[in-house]
């Protein structure tokens, strides 16, 4: 089976060093790749050009058509509610019952009519994961999606993505720069710098995954010291 996202010889610069240089990723039909890199190593750069939102050029760049993002921050429109936000752009005569649909599916159904001001961090963060989920992306593009929640959010977040993920099945790229994140969802984990991958780690862990498990463990003193952090000041 042909892999949905398959890009060969990416490279991209701003002018200086290449922040991608000529790189290769594949991910397969279903796949959960998570990647991990210092802040400014280029996990934004190349999550956008998957996104479609920037150009870069590269020998193959093989894309599903069917994409969605979710930042950092939710994004939502202001003036719509929940709903409305979810909805916006969808041309389906059914679209306000998938949309309502999606928000059920990230426990959200009570917030519908609810202004995206009125919403927690988490439950923001909800509603942008049904705006994304509502297109049936064959590809879910996620950056740092949970970076500004507090740490149980995160961890409940965490087990959500994981759910969501089991039913709808779209291949997964998480850019994140936590490694308990990492270890707790990947099928697969990159390691960005300098333009290019510099560590592969497959994680053939049964979920739902325990931190304390030997071979996390293993993994993650792997990622300390590939990211340069001193496992006895993490
Ligand atoms: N549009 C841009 N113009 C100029 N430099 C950029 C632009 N986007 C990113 N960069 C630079 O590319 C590098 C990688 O950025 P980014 O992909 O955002 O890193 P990360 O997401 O890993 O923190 C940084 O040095 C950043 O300043
Ligand atoms: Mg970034």
Redesign the pocket.
Known sequence: MTAPVDIRGLTRS?GGPA?LDNIDLTIAAGEFVVLL??????????LRVLAGLDDAPARQLRLPDRRSVVFQEPRLMPWKTVIDNITLGIRRRDSRLIAAQALADVGLSHRQNAWPLTLSGGEAQRAALARALVREPELLLLDEPFAALDALTRLRMHGLVFDLWRKHRPSVLL?THDIGEAIALADRILV?DEGRFTREIRVLLDHPRRRSAPEASRIEAELLSELGVDPSHA
Do not use: H, N, Q, Y
């Open positions: 701003f922040i890199g210092r802040s400014g190593s280029g996990k934004s750069t190349l850019v960005l």
